[in-house]
């Protein structure tokens, strides 16, 4: 396939919707800006953008698209996963530990492309 | 500039998040099949995607990636942001004059790109 097809070619979109404490945006973004980048290695992962809301209390949106959504279930049941999550996590059990609440919450939504 | 350069550069993002009734998905999915793709020619314009929602209930995404804000807000008021959205404000109008519902509602929220 030429390199420009398969650029052209986005078929499934996942969108993590995470929202973050105020107090906890500095850090957030930090560990994006500092990430690992093994989400680029798996198979069918095309690009992702992390998206920083204009308006307060809005999300932060970090949207990946894939060839099809069977590279993204692959993705989210692999080690690169909870390895590309650690630091997050720790953050959040750290929280939690402490009895606190936890400084960001994310969900998962999953689209697919029907037009460019 | 190189064109490699000008793919990676990504710093404004509109997101127009669309809720449809259900009996108006397959006209707004017809819609943007035969869009007019006069934002394609717009100034600082780069590429759109269109997201169907695999969840019910959930708002299809109009996600525009742009070179900065002013891009964005030139398009909102130019003649080819009317032109491309007449046939829906038509349908919107026609149910309005009926007293119906609108068949869809849209927001539209804007995003500064911190990572890819």
Chains 1, 2 share one sequence.
């Not at 049941?77 to 720790?90: D, L, N, Y």
């Amino acid at each position: 396939m030429l390199p420009k097809l398969k650029i052209m070619k986005k078929n499934f979109v996942a969108i993590n919707y995470i929202n973050c404490k105020p107090d906890y945006q500095a850090r957030f973004e930090e560990l994006f800006s500092t990430r690992a980048h093994a989400i680029d290695k798996m198979p069918g992962f095309q690009h992702m953008n992390v998206l920083k809301p204009q308006q307060p209390g809005e999300p932060y949106l970090i949207i990946s698209f894939w060839d099809n959504e069977d590279a993204f279930k692959t993705w989210t049941q692999s080690p690169a996963f909870i390895e590309g999550h650690k630091r997050g996590f720790e953050d959040i059990k750290r929280a939690k530990d402490e009895g606190k609440e936890p400084p960001m919450s994310s969900t998962f939504k999953v689209y697919n492309v029907i037009g460019n």
